[in-house]
């Protein structure tokens, strides 16, 4: 059983930056491909960014790019999501995941296990 706990959320203007963190109870980064995910109110929970497992390959959807970052310290079972230019349409509940896919994969059904979720608002 993995638990996943994310921290980081907050408010924060638009055009500015948080950084999000999801410990894990066990080593991830050789055992589990981790992604991020958000909910926003009536949408459906999509893919944000992913890293796969041995952190090699990431990926993010389009509207992220170049704005967010994933990333992981092996030692502390961490994986990271570096937020900048954040913009309103960013707002949502943040999730943090793990497959125990190798490959990264963006569907929600793929990951086994999920953390609490944090919630990001973005005020314009």
């Known amino acids: 059983q993995v638990q996943l706990v994310e921290t980081g959320g907050g408010l924060v203007q638009a055009g500015g930056s948080l950084r999000l963190s999801c410990a894990a109870s066990?080593?991830?980064?050789?055992?589990?491909?981790m992604g991020w995910f958000r909910q926003a109110p009536g949408k459906e929970r999509e893919f944000v960014a992913g890293?796969?497992?041995?952190?090699?390959?990431?990926d993010y959807i389009d509207s992220v790019k170049g704005r967010f970052a994933i990333s992981g310290d092996k030692a502390k079972n961490t994986v990271y999501l570096q937020m900048n230019s954040l913009k309103p349409e960013d707002t949502a509940v943040y999730y943090c995941?793990?497959?125990?896919?190798?490959?990264?994969?963006?569907?929600?059904?793929?990951?086994?296990?999920w953390g609490q979720g944090t919630q990001v608002t973005v005020s314009s």
């Open positions: 995941a793990a497959s125990s896919n190798s490959r990264l994969t963006y569907l929600a059904s793929t990951y086994d296990y």
């Open positions: 066990v080593r991830t980064f050789s055992s589990y491909s």
């Open positions: 890293i796969n497992r041995g952190g090699l390959s990431t």
